[in-house]
Each structure stands twice: as structure tokens, then as C-alpha cells.
């Protein structure tokens, strides 16, 4: 199998190139995370990022031939050769396949991910109807891979204001959790013409999304609530 | 002054919804004014100006301008936003665009008021 994969060593290369490498895949090689493995046997320098091998982590999160994925959950046999591997796009590079996602988890840790409630806490959990806990199905199940947000244009060209689809989405799945006391700040904190507005409905992070969510449909849910709140 | 980013300006949604508000006025005026060159066919300069000798299509046709100001001022506005990063020379953008804008609509309601 051939595989093309953006290298970059900042102490000895000036830019970016592309290096082509001839893996012999064993039966049992299935996804491409396998045939990353079979590089990194090769080739002892070649950088990437991996963990869980299944989808959960969200570590090796990737360009595969132009397409944002996970290397884990990406079947050779549905690949195209030579199979392009870059890393993920918009992002500062640090070495090889790997990315400083620091503006990613800062913007998302600006819609302030986590229940806020100021009611005392029960003594065992604060409960939810069926009804209301089927309202995150959708929204909870994102892993934090970053393939939606650096494949949306407008988050490559405002990272520093646009929260991004992931960010969105999570911030959808706080205002929509019946638990959390917090809609009205969380609304006041997007209406910006950046942090949420940016969004134009391009919808690559739908067509990206290793986990089959819909930011865009959050995205829609946000605005939605903002207008039933002003009329 | 501190160089910081800066977000928060409470002013998305409201530009959101204009542009959508605007864009159905424009769509709706586009649909009647195709009906009204079916029906009435203007070969000449007399029959385009009596296309819009009715006040109800003066009207009509003033407010699908004014929509389509508004609907211009916030997409380029968001082009300039996202373009022009010196605060100083983003504002002189903004504000030849508003000053453009404004013009092309006394331009339209004295070409339609006119004699």
C-alpha cells in the first residue's frame, strides 16, 4: 500500500514536504491507524498520534486524501492509493502528523463545558425525565477530535473568535441539559457576530464528523432559542 | 492598549435575523416582479414607467431596496470583518460602505418619485 505523508521536523526542516512509503500490510491490518503502525516500524521518526484504536479518544484525528477522519475508524480497502496524509488543516503544526490544538480546547473551554447549577447538590444525582436525557442524544457523544472545527473555513480563518462546531455543539448540549441553571448567560455569551455567527451553514463539519453528529443542526437549535427569546 | 482579543459585541443575532427578514422581502418582491414582466411584457420606456406608477409597487419596490441595503451592509460588513484587521481602517471601510449604501437608496426613491 502506498501512503504520502506530510513530514515536518521544525529542527532540521525549513518546510513541510512529502514523503511516499511503501507498507506491506499483514491480513490483519484493517484501518489505516494499522498501516501508521507499519510507517512508524519503517521509519522511527514519523510523529502521529494515537491511543483507544477505536474511535473514543479522538487522538489521531487526520487529513486522509483531502478528507478529515480518524486514522482508526478509516478502512484501508475504502482508500484511494497513494493515500495523502496531512495534518489536520488550520492548525499550528508541531511535528509531522501532530497539531497544537491549544486554540481548539481553549474556544472550548469558553462555553464553559460543564453543568452550572446553584442549587445544593442532591445526595446521590440530579435527575432527568427519559424525555429530557434523550435531548443530549447527539450532542454528548462528540470525542473532542477537532476534525469538524479545523475542517470548517471559518473557524481556519477566526480561531481566536469563532468557537467552532465542536465548541457549538457542546455548548448547545449545556443549554439543552435541563440540569444546567445557566441559558441565559450561555446565550448572552454567543450573541457576537463572531463566537456564533460566523457560522455559515457550510456544513463541513457534518460531512467530517467521525461520530455522525450534526453541529450545524446544534448550531440551528442555538439561534432558534435566540429568537424565542426575543419575540 | 492592552492587545487582547475582543469578542461580545451583542449585535450577531439581530444581524442574523435581518439578513433573513431582508431576504424573504427580496424574494417575494423578486417572484411578483417576474409576474408583473410576464403580464405586462415593457417593450419600451413608457411601459416601464408605467409598470411603476402604482404606489403599491413604488412602495414595494422601495422597501425590496431597502432590504437589499440592509442585506448588503451585513455581508459586507462581515467581509470587512473578516479582511481588514486595523480597527482604525475597518471603521473608514464601514462607514463608506454605510455612506454607499445610503446613497443608493435616496438614488432609488428619487429615481422612482421622480416626474
Not at chain 1, 489505516?32 to 521509519?43: F, P, Q, T, W
Not at chain 1, 442524544?137 to 470548517?152: M, N, R, V
Not at chain 2, 419600451?44 to 442585506?71: K, N
Request: glycine share 4%; proline share 6%.
Amino acid at each position: 500500500m502506498k501512503i504520502r505523508i506530510q513530514r515536518y521536523d521544525p529542527d532540521h526542516d525549513a518546510k513541510p514536504y512529502m514523503k511516499e512509503y511503501d507498507v506491506q500490510l499483514e491480513p490483519s491490518d484493517r484501518m489505516l491507524l494499522d498501516a501508521l503502525v507499519r510507517v512508524k516500524e519503517m521509519d522511527d521518526s514519523f510523529s502521529f498520534r494515537r491511543s483507544c484504536r477505536e474511535g473514543v479518544c479522538g487522538s489521531d484525528a487526520m487529513n486522509i486524501n483531502g478528507k478529515n477522519g480518524l486514522a482508526c475508524v478509516t478502512k484501508v480497502a475504502d482508500l484511494k492509493e497513494p493515500v495523502e496524509l496531512r495534518p489536520l488543516p488550520g492548525l499550528p503544526v508541531i511535528r509531522d502528523l501532530y497539531v497544537d490544538m491549544s486554540q481548539f480546547f481553549k474556544q472550548y473551554h469558553s462555553i464553559k463545558p460543564y453543568l452550572i447549577n446553584n442549587d445544593p447538590a442532591p445526595q446521590l444525582e440530579r435527575l432527568q425525565s427519559p424525555e429530557d436525557r434523550a435531548e443530549l442524544d447527539g450532542l454528548y457523544e462528540c470525542i473532542l477530535c477537532a476534525c469538524c472545527s479545523t475542517s470548517c473555513p471559518s473557524f481556519w480563518w477566526n480561531p481566536d473568535k469563532f468557537v467552532g462546531p465542536a465548541g457549538l455543539l457542546q455548548a448547545y448540549r449545556f443549554i439543552a441539559d435541563t440540569r444546567d441553571q445557566a441559558t441565559e448567560a450561555r446565550l448572552d455569551d454567543l450573541e457576537d457576530p463572531y463566537r456564533l455567527f460566523r457560522c455559515h451553514t457550510i456544513m463541513n463539519c457534518v460531512d467530517v464528523c467521525p461520530k455522525s453528529l450534526n453541529p450545524t443542526k446544534a448550531i440551528g437549535k442555538i439561534k432558534d432559542l435566540m429568537l424565542k427569546r426575543v419575540v | 492598549m492592552v492587545n487582547r482579543v475582543i469578542t461580545g459585541a451583542h449585535y450577531g443575532f439581530g444581524s442574523w435575523l435581518a439578513q433573513r427578514v431582508t431576504a424573504c422581502a427580496m424574494a417575494i418582491y423578486s417572484v411578483l416582479f417576474v409576474i408583473m414582466l410576464i403580464a405586462i411584457r415593457p417593450g419600451d420606456y413608457e411601459a416601464w414607467h408605467g409598470m411603476f406608477v402604482p404606489v403599491w409597487m413604488r412602495l414595494a419596490t422601495i422597501l425590496f431596496w431597502l432590504s437589499l441595503c440592509y442585506h448588503a451592509w451585513v455581508g459586507v460588513r462581515d467581509i470587512i470583518m473578516d479582511y481588514i484587521k486595523p480597527t482604525a481602517a475597518r471603521l473608514v471601510a464601514h462607514g463608506l460602505v454605510i455612506f454607499a449604501l445610503i446613497g443608493l437608496a435616496a438614488w432609488s426613491v428619487q429615481i422612482l418619485w421622480r416626474a
